[in-house]
């Protein structure tokens, strides 16, 4: 008689990461492994008798273990309850997909919200944020795709005080950008009689602090904290801006969040922008409220191309407060093109590989500049910003009267001393509008992705006394408050990813300029909300205006994002999201790549 064999047939527990799943078997199974292995995902095989997998490839290919024959099968204890929870959560989001809404206890209408939230609760709730919250409180896991401004932290405070007056979380994380702080610390104070003890994550978590604050840049190395944090007591965990980690397991932002995720009570994301770039981004963004089940219900949805199809598939999970529906005036963005000079045009050829005469001689120093896209970006504006300065700030030295060209200088002389021969049409174009804004005693914020264009562009408005915020910007707060409250400045100048998010500026500001944009749909749209939201003035005119160089690509930057905010205003089925995708050519008065934006970009070398 065969004594029984001491290891088990199969093996399954979490790595030490807690986003892959580990799977081991032991010899004489070696084809049985193979055969499983290759079912869960392709590749995944490590060696003969080791397998390993993305957690959420596992969990969405969970029935494959049926086709293991074997009985002796050894389950992690941690991840066997985070499997039973998933499955739980999976035939709940199947209900409510095939339209099964009067569950027993489950659906809960906008009228129910304000009863639900205990005597604590004193904020003040919209229409539309009771329904938002009533939805989300419907599910066990949400997500709240409305716009900037419709107060999605408020509607959070809501679910979360509600889900606590029940007894089933008793803490609530927030990850989101540092920017976004401020919202969530003052809401807390408004919205509870008495406030929740709130704090922003320092070295270590805060056991004392019912609402911890952290942002996505510090949460890889807090990890094991939060983890500890979120399983001390049951917690409801939230990610805002949600966006910033649409890459998923493959995003440093993305694993940290996809490891915290089974650790929380309660999952929920928060972006007015869920898929920028496509349905890649949506499939990781519900990966992580519904790991197993969200990629699947998303690559299902869209898979025929019927993107009206998909947006009534997929409308059950989330909820979404659209423009309309807050009531804002209406705004119609103006693209304005501006002509290269003679030598930008040259150069920015040449970039591209199209040499002149000219050129053919420093041929070498122009090709080292390289041809990314970045480049061609910055040299839309000024080649002359591919030069490296003295530092990351130096402006561009433009000189009050220009130099004649010397027929002989070399065309990388005249890329190094560009701005003392010609004026960027863009710089040129933005002073002619500020000054017709400033006359009208109108502020304006100017747009640019690069630091060197905010300091030369400082320099070029001094007269307007602007204000400057990049990330190396020491005063930050200082900056923003001159500009909403000095009277004698009119223009901010910043980029998209330090002061895109988080913050209000329409109060004081209708005006935008943007110099230049990346193939970042979200980022433009974050970007646009700053002036554009919930509090607007009824009478107030918003009026932006987007520069863009004939012939360069900043052509392919805007097709480009017109077909990705196409594509998000279809599958959220949201008209202005759309509408932003066609911008109206204004007459002349004077970072994010996929594999449609380096098809688009190829052609343009081309």
């Known amino acids: 008689m065969t004594a029984p064999h001491s290891e088990p047939s199969l093996r399954i527990s979490l790595d030490v990461s807690k986003t892959r799943v580990v799977l081991r078997s032991r010899p004489g199974y070696e084809q049985d492994f193979a055969d499983l292995a290759a079912r869960i995902a392709p590749g995944g095989q490590r060696a003969p008798l080791v397998g390993e997998f993305d957690l959420d490839d596992f969990l969405d290919r969970l029935i494959e273990l049926g086709n293991w024959h074997h009985d002796d099968v050894e389950w992690d204890e941690a991840l066997l309850q985070l499997v039973n929870s998933v499955l739980d959560d999976a035939e709940q989001a199947e209900r409510t997909l095939s ?27 919209t229409d539309f944020q009771l329904r938002d919250a009533a939805h989300l409180l419907s599910l066990s896991h949400g997500a709240n795709f409305s716009v900037p401004g419709a107060g999605k ?82 917690s409801m965990l939230v990610l805002d801006e949600a966006h910033r980690m649409k890459l998923g397991a493959s995003g440093t932002y993305g694993s940290a969040c996809l490891t915290l995720g089974p650790s929380a009570a309660r999952r929920l994301i928060l972006t007015g922008t869920p898929a ?5 981004d949506l499939e ?43 009531g804002l005036p209406p705004f119609e963005p103006k693209i304005r093109y501006v002509k290269l000079p003679p030598i930008h045009r040259e150069i920015y050829e040449a970039l591209k590989g199209n040499l002149s005469a000219r050129a053919e001689a420093s041929r070498d120093d122009i090709e080292a500049l390289g041809r990314t896209a970045l480049r061609l970006i910055m040299a839309a504006t000024s080649p ?27 065309l ?38 690069f630091v060197r264009n905010i300091t030369t562009l400082a320099h070029l408005l001094a007269p307007h006394h602007p204000a400057v915020v990049h990330g190396g910007t020491i005063d930050r707060d200082e900056q923003i408050r001159r500009f909403r409250e000095d009277a004698d400045c009119m223009v901010l100048i910043s980029n998209p990813a330090t002061l895109g998010e988080g913050i209000s500026l329409h109060q004081v500001c209708h005006d ?22 919930l509090g607007l003035a009824p009478d107030a005119e918003t009026r932006v205006t987007v520069l863009a160089a004939e012939g360069t690509i900043d052509e392919v930057v805007q097709l480009r994002l017109k077909t990705k905010m196409e594509f998000l205003g279809s599958i959220l089925d949201d008209p202005d999201v759309r509408q932003l995708a066609d911008l109206e050519e204004a007459p002349a008065d004077s970072y994010g790549l996929d594999a449609g934006d380096i098809r688009e970009l190829l052609r343009h070398l081309g």
């Open 384 to 410: 002359a910003l591919l030069i490296e300065g003295g530092s990351p700030y130096e402006p561009l030295a433009y000189r009050p009267a220009p130099l004649e060209i010397n027929p002989d200088d070399s």
């Open 276 to 280: 920028p770039n496509g349905a890649r």
């Open 284 to 326: 990781n963004l519900l990966s992580f409220v519904w790991p197993g089940r969200g990629k699947r219900v998303v690559s299902d949805a869209v898979r025929g191309g019927d993107l009206a199809y998909a947006s009534t598939v997929l409308r059950p999970l989330f909820t979404r407060t659209t423009k309309s529906e807050l």
């Open 412 to 449: 990388y002389d005249l890329l190094r001393n560009l701005p003392s021969y010609e004026l960027s049409p863009k710089y040129q174009e933005t002073i002619h509008l500020i000054a017709a804004n400033a006359t009208l005693g109108r502020k304006t914020i100017v747009w640019t992705n």
């Open 99 to 125: 339209g099964e809404a009067d569950l027993p206890g489950r659906t809960i209408a906008p009228g129910d919200v304000l009863k639900m939230l205990g005597e604590n609760w004193i904020g003040d709730l």
């Open 512 to 533: 935008a300029i943007y110099i230049d944009r990346d193939f970042m749909a979200g980022r433009f749209l974050q970007s646009l909300d700053r002036i554009h939201r």
């Open 153 to 234: 932290t408020r509607v959070t405070l809501a679910v979360y005080s509600a889900i606590r007056e029940q007894g089933l979380v008793r803490r609530l994380l927030v990850v989101g950008p540092k920017s976004a702080y401020e919202a969530w610390l003052s809401e807390s104070q408004v919205c509870f009689r008495t406030p929740p003890r709130a704090a922003v994550m320092g070295r270590a978590p805060d056991y004392d602090a019912e609402i911890m604050l952290v942002n996505y840049e510090r949460l890889s190395r807090a990890v094991p904290g939060l983890v500890s944090w979120l399983t001390s007591a049951p």
